[in-house]
């Protein structure tokens, strides 16, 4: 039993930890910290925009705007909240632990206990005291103690501006005319979709989610920061003569909120939220199939196992998770989780359409060009890790009068208390592929590997897009994957 104990691995594994750890967090979270860590540019180029806003955009390569600097610098320190402090731990047992005996082990070490996971053996408590956390070291039936790191949607949020556009025609997104117009017999009928996110505005007129739901925030599933309702309009927006049309008209959207009003969650949440895929995705009608994942944080493969195991566990059922790259051009989607795991299928951002050009001195910003904020990265076939494939995750891009910068135009889509706007991000290029996996497997396609080596053979202008993006912080990857198209 010693040798056993010697050879346990915890991510934590002295009670000094603990307090250095309390300690690194308050260094953290200062907002010292946070104004030398971010990029002041980090936030244009994150910004999910309204219907009525664009994007202040990302800078022409060799050009520079102070008074757009000094504005972006402000908006950063005001993002201090995001420092990356874990909101308490998870807890790993040995395999086939009983969720009784977990629960008694948090209970005898006085740690209180959030939930209690049948998808993987664990279970997710709040922050722990010193006394607590050498107690649960000592049970011999924990093998692992990680930080329950806070995970975001990808990108920050503006308030909304303008009311929102209620037409009574119905519109086909750019987006959806890019990847390809669904169609009877090719519009998602019968395929469960997932939407892990900040919930869904239930009443709105051009979606239809089903009744049955999760919510890592208590009674409601309703969405209350207006993310998860756009990306839903996009995969799922009826075919009903109003506002839009998603990808796949027809598929059922099921609520899976995980992220608050203010964009944020965490590890805990998300496997809470893929716990609740796994107990009842062959249960509902129509079944779980598929998931959007459109959220994220910078991190690496192993550094949260039980996360790694909830989204491996439902690998193994055949369920398909998309999951936005990220939108940081400066990083690799390796650097990213749960994009850079190699059980779902991480997709980058492009343009849809043409972009308006008021500088004489450049070239239009052209479809099909990779987005100024997307993260990227060179997909390996043997480590199956890196960019699946890109989809639409602006409209257009635009170059102003000055030559100096670009600002983009977003996808339009159903928006929280009924109507439309835009936004842009990777968060709105994933669900038009999730869109298209419901289209393949109405039509029969089933099995990750084979889903995604169609997506990848089957995708449009492979070879030549994504195009280079103009901008700074924009590196090619190597690869040029092309654009995701429906069957």
Known sequence: MAGTRKNRSFFLTRSGLVLLLLKSARHYASPNYTKKKLNPVHFSRQVHMEKSQRSAGRFLRGRLSTAVITVLALLTFALAANAQVPTGFIVMFQPGTAEAARADSAQRAGAVMRFNYSIVDAIAVTALDANAFAILQQD????????????????????????????????????????????RGSNGNGIGVAIVDTGINFTHRDLAPANRWFSAFGTSCEDDNGHGTHV??????????????????SAKPYCVKVLNSTFTGSDSNLIAGLDWIFRNHAIVSPRIRAVNMSLGRNGTLNDDPALRAAVRKLYNLGIVMLVAAGNDPSLEVSQRVPAGYPEVLAIAATTAVDGQNSCLLASPIRADTATYFTTDGRYNPNKRIGITISAPGDEEEDIDILCSMVSALGILSTRAGGGTERRSGTSMATPHVTGIVARLMQSGMSGVENIRGFIRSSADRIGIAPLDSPTTGYSFDGEREGIARAP
């Open 232 to 249: 839903t309009g996009i995969v799922a927006a009826l075919d009903n003569s109003v506002d839009v049309v998603g990808v796949a008209p």
């Open 140 to 183: 011999r039936s924990v093998i692992a103690i990680i930080p329950d790191w806070p995970i975001y949607g990808d990108g920050a949020q503006l308030p909304s501006i303008g009311p929102a556009a209620t037409g009574s025609t119905q519109t086909i997104p750019a987006g959806v005319k890019r990847v390809g117009v669904p169609r």
